[in-house]
């Protein structure tokens, strides 16, 4: 498992032995050297896009970058190529955790909570019965439940 810290270490140690500063490498690879930084501190991990780019900079393989340390023996192109496909398969899963969190299912949840609200007071306003009002209220907190445990 990938480790931000070490791979941020590992980063600035090879920065370093290139003598550049976060500014050159930063203007190397189009980015800022805000973004660097965050690399370097372990607060966040290069983009899929700049891999292979910070790699040439840098001199060392994609698996090097992905363990925060300097290997012996795996120059291949094949298992670089594997190591880079890996990490751009964690970014992904990583991006579609976000996308299916707990917050998608509060705002869905929310969404169908106002649509039930709103199908009681239209119900009440075209019937004038508060007791047709319970029933469609209740229909739609139904329909709710169950969207929660379909889905």
Sequence with gaps: MMNPKETGRFIAEKRRE????????????GV???TVSKWENGRNMPD??????????????VRELLEGK???GLGEQDEDKYQFLQYKLEQTEKKLD???????????????GLGC???????????????????H????????IYYLIAY
């Design 18 to 29: 290139k003598n550049m500063t976060q500014e050159q490498l930063a203007q190397r690879l």
């Design 32 to 34: 800022s050297n805000k």
């Design 48 to 61: 899929y896009s700049v891999v292979e780019q910070l790699c040439r900079e840098l001199d060392m393989t």
């Design 70 to 72: 300097a290997l012996s």
């Design 98 to 112: 976000q996308l299916t969190s707990r917050k998608d299912w509060s705002v869905s949840f929310g969404g169908l």
């Design 117 to 135: 609200a709103l199908a009681t007071v239209i119900s009440y306003v075209n019937w004038q019965s508060i007791g047709w009002a319970i029933l």
């Design 137 to 144: 209220g209740v229909l739609g907190w139904i329909y709710v």
